[in-house]
């Protein structure tokens, strides 16, 4: 089973900052990679999938890039209702694993 | 509009069998390329892909989990019955189902249900 891996496990930045998730694959998955927000307490929300494509109703300070192995998450520009846990999760093969998840908390 | 609500027990007790439900509106489970998914997450812990069932009635599990899920689907309730055996206090978390979305080579979790905590507990 392909293992995922996310770093760092959590930080704590402020509104306005640009931020930069990653997420690493065991081994190559392509571009078979979304991300997930999960805010406390609230099921996950799609963010993005196929690397680097938003879904829809996703504000374009959200964007993913990578393939093969290594994946970035990035906010370019911190809002409040960002601070939450982003997950990776590869569907290149089964099981579609997710990885541990970053924490994004206010500093 | 898609939605999807799971139910099932609250409590359940060690070496039990948990059987979770999930209803959805919105979309059909006899559509080509549709797909429903099970998901959980312990308390605090991140989240654990289990199982998927395909409109096709193709099934997927974890590995890890196989020998103890089994997933259905009853495409005239519009429900998806995940069942684990065996139950254990490890086992305590929030289940979630999930429609997939089955786009070209894409297949994420768009819509997600509300989840339910199930606690295994004596």
């Known amino acids: 089973a392909i293992r995922m891996t996310q770093s760092p496990s959590s930080f704590s930045a402020s509104t306005g900052d640009r931020v930069t998730i990653t997420c690493r694959a065991s081994q190559g998955i392509s571009s078979y990679l979304a991300w997930y927000q999960q805010k406390p307490g609230k099921a996950p929300k799609l963010l993005i999938y196929?690397?680097?494509t938003l879904q829809s109703g996703v504000p374009s300070r959200f964007s993913g890039s990578g393939s093969g192995t290594d994946f970035t998450l990035t906010i370019s520009c911190l809002q409040s209702e960002d601070f939450a846990t982003y997950y990776c999760q590869q569907y290149y093969s089964y099981p579609h694993a997710f990885g541990p998840g970053t924490k994004v908390d206010i500093k | 509009q898609i939605t999807l609500k799971e139910s099932g027990p609250t409590l359940v007790k060690p070496t039990q069998t948990l059987t979770l439900t999930c209803t959805f509106s919105g979309f059909s489970l006899s559509t080509s390329g549709v797909g429903v998914g099970w998901i959980r997450q312990p308390p605090g812990k991140a989240l654990e892909w289990l199982a998927l069932?395909?409109?096709?009635?193709?099934?997927r599990y974890s590995p890890s989990l196989k020998s103890r899920l089994t997933i259905t689907k009853d495409t005239s309730k519009n429900q998806v019955v995940l069942t684990m055996t065996n139950m254990d206090p490890v086992d305590t978390a929030t289940y979630y189902c999930?429609?997939?979305?089955?786009?070209?080579?894409?297949?994420?979790?768009?819509?997600w249900g509300q989840g339910t905590l199930v606690t295994v507990s004596s």
């Open positions: 196929a690397a680097s």
């Open positions: 999930a429609h997939l979305y089955s786009g070209y080579l894409d297949r994420v979790f768009d819509y």
């Open positions: 069932i395909y409109w096709d009635d193709d099934k």
